[in-house]
């Protein structure tokens, strides 16, 4: 279970920006993945607000190959207890009325980050 909240805060210019708000003071930066077909996204950053250690702005850049037909789902987790703060989905082509596709795409990121969990689990306990 994981302490932190997500907000977001805008999506423009290929970029994904959004809060994390943490109930106590932390001395470091939370640690976040953000999962794009089970991948780690690069140039992830989180910065400090100002004036508190209980708020960071997330920045994801949207990587190029992501952009294209389908629907593309983004998974943001964190790092320390692989919890799931929330996602966002890129949709390239015509979304369907009841946006199917994007909600497997959503279960599938969830399934492949439970299946780690586990199998981290399994080989914790032998």
Request: aromatic fraction near 6%; glycine fraction near 6%.
């Amino acid at each position: 279970m994981t302490d932190l909240t997500l907000t977001k805060l805008c999506f423009a210019n290929g970029v994904w920006n959004g809060r994390l708000t943490s109930p106590h003071s932390r001395k470091s930066a939370p640690q976040i993945q953000v999962l794009w077909r089970d991948m780690a996204v690069d140039d992830v950053s989180i910065t400090q607000t100002p004036d508190t250690d209980k708020t960071w702005d997330l920045r994801i850049p949207l990587p190029p190959a992501a952009i294209g037909d389908g629907v593309q789902t983004f998974l943001i987790v964190d790092g320390e207890t692989e919890a799931s703060l929330g996602h966002f989905t890129l949709s390239g082509d015509d979304v369907p009325a009841d946006n199917l596709r994007a909600e497997v795409e959503l279960l599938r990121a969830e399934l492949d980050m439970l299946k780690r969990a586990f199998r981290r689990h399994c080989r914790e306990i032998t």
